[in-house]
């Protein structure tokens, strides 16, 4: 792909400048778009639950690992 020249990058500029498409927004207007616009942030606080539990659980049955082979 080629690179933009600084002539085709200044013209591009203006001509966005002139469309000014930042004043056209209008954001979501259904529910449904409005719940997908919220979930934007989202990080997956989820994930991170499952994945402390699931560390929390490997230390377990590994400390209970170790106090079963004392009695070996």
């Not at 690179?3 to 930042?22: G, H, L, V």
């Not at 954001?27 to 409005?34: I, N």
């Amino acid at each position: 792909m080629k690179s933009w020249t600084p002539e085709r990058r200044a013209r591009q500029a203006e001509a966005i400048r002139r469309w000014k498409p930042w004043e056209q927004s209008t954001g979501p207007r259904t529910d449904e778009g409005k719940h997908r616009a919220k979930m934007n942030g989202y990080r997956g606080g989820h994930w991170r639950k499952l994945r402390d539990l699931s560390k929390a659980m490997n230390a377990a049955l590994r400390t209970q690992r170790d106090g079963l082979s004392d009695f070996e």
